[in-house]
């Protein structure tokens, strides 16, 4: 008995995309995997920070904290010091619906300053902060 072929070979017409999609892949691979590294080489000092715990509470209204460029602090109008914020702050947490705040701080201040305003509201658990920016 002889088998023969009926049909003649023809040549493939369609490309084969089955190699390419898998180096699109490996590559993507490769750079999700390279990039974060990329981004952890340069040295930042980052300010520090007290470890507290958060809770959220339903908005009611807004208490203003602002910081001018000389790192002055103000609690609505009146010029206060970080104690004296420390204890506005804790008659703020005893309130049973605290307002939220509202964070102004000038944008030539050092960012430790900021971080110790923003500390102090945390330590207070008022997690309500809202970081006022200017619009243009």
Do not use: C
């Amino acid at each position: 008995m002889k088998l023969r072929r009926t049909e003649q070979t023809a040549p493939m017409t369609e490309l084969n995309v089955t190699p390419l999609m898998d180096l699109a892949f490996s590559l993507l691979i490769i750079f999700m995997i390279s990039t974060p590294l990329l981004e952890q080489t340069i040295p930042v000092q980052l300010p520090s920070q007290q470890k507290n715990a958060s809770s959220q509470r339903p908005e009611a209204q807004f208490q203003v904290i602002s910081v001018n460029a000389s790192g002055q602090i103000y609690w609505g109008k009146q010029a206060v010091d970080l104690p004296e914020l420390e204890r506005l702050l804790a008659a703020l947490a005893t309130m049973p619906d605290p307002p939220a705040i509202s964070f102004r701080g000038d944008k030539s201040l050092r960012y430790q300053q900021v971080i110790d305003v923003i500390d102090a509201i945390k330590r207070h658990n008022l997690t309500k902060l809202h970081l006022d920016t200017e619009v243009h």
